[in-house]
């Protein structure tokens, strides 16, 4: 395409928004908001994401060695867990360090535990992280069944729970997102249709002296472009600014918190604000397209 020929695409698109200015603003504020909503929806998805996965990283499989065992018995258990292939890592925990932590963890009550240091009723353990978090279940049942397995902690029940509840919270996010945006696709679809019928007597008249299908399109297919984009900027300043002063102010009621920290404002807000672009430029073009495609008929 020439650059003459673009540059009167260009001009012919935004006459058209223009003209229809009722329906610019009316498809511009229908995209505004459903991005505001996708936006909102985004910042909850990608933050309950961030600490999901923070939390599955913290699942671990503690493995409780038989007392029985000796140096090389521990050794042949050790190379048989490591023989599994979902296994990422393995640990030797002695039982005096977790006797340590276990002291740690009660804080000034654990005080009472260093009593029976000399006698030390724990048992020593390995540490096993898998690869995949989900895998986790398979690993231990399948550990379970070694020699010198004393017992395996993974958090049964708790740790089911959990990876379901993550797995159905990041399912239904999506599946709102979706849904919102073809909602906004929907509307400017038909604010095209709308434009298309108003000129189609315009249209008829591009055909009769020659013009191509490609051509007619250009200008319809930009508008919906620029009607997508127009309708990015008011959520991501929006959502921009919340985000910015919300986030001091939750993250610090957090911070006791480790495991649950939000993402930080750089470099998500302009991550955040380049998705939203692209979403409203892509539901725009889309929107467009499927309008020309079922109603300009040349």
């Known amino acids: 395409m020439k650059a003459r020929t673009f540059r009167r695409h260009v ?33 909850i998805m990608m933050n309950l994401n961030s600490v999901a996965t923070s939390i599955e990283e913290d699942v671990e499989i503690r493995v409780h060695i038989d007392v029985a065992a ?3 018995d521990r050794e042949v258990l050790k190379q048989q867990i490591g023989g ?4 990422d ?6 039982k005096e360090e977790e006797l340590d932590s276990l002291i740690d963890s009660f804080g000034e009550e654990g005080q009472a535990f260093k009593l029976v240091e000399q006698e030390n009723p724990l048992k020593d353990v390995f540490v096993v992280k898998t690869k995949n978090p989900t895998d986790t279940i398979n690993v231990a049942k399948k550990i379970e069944s070694f020699n010198y397995v004393s017992s395996v902690k993974y958090g049964q029940g708790t740790v089911e729970s959990l990876f379901k509840f993550i797995d159905i919270s990041r399912n239904v996010g999506l599946i709102l997102i979706i849904g919102l945006l073809f909602t906004a696709m929907f509307l400017i679809s038909n604010t095209i249709k709308i434009t298309i019928m108003a000129r189609r007597r315009e249209i008829e008249i591009m055909r ?3 013009a191509t299908n490609s051509f007619i399109r250009w200008p319809f297919f930009l508008e919906g472009l620029w009607l997508g984009i127009l309708g990015s900027i008011i959520p991501i300043t929006v959502v921009s600014l919340a985000y910015y002063y919300l986030f001091d102010l939750i993250q610090s009621k957090l911070a006791a918190n480790n495991f649950i920290k939000l993402l930080e404002f750089n470099p998500f807000v302009f991550q955040l ?10 539901i725009g073009i889309w929107g467009s397209l499927m309008s020309v495609r079922k109603f300009l008929k040349v």
């Open 273 to 282: 604000s380049a998705v939203l672009v692209l979403i409203g430029a892509l």
């Open 89 to 94: 890592s393995i640990e030797f925990s002695p």
């Open 208 to 210: 009769l002296v020659g």
């Open 70 to 72: 000796n140096d090389e």
């Open 84 to 87: 599994i292939t979902q296994v």
């Open 11 to 43: 001009k012919e698109s935004f006459k058209s928004l223009g003209r229809n200015s009722w329906m610019t603003v009316a498809s511009v504020s229908s995209v505004t908001v459903t991005l505001l909503l996708v936006g909102v929806f985004f910042v």
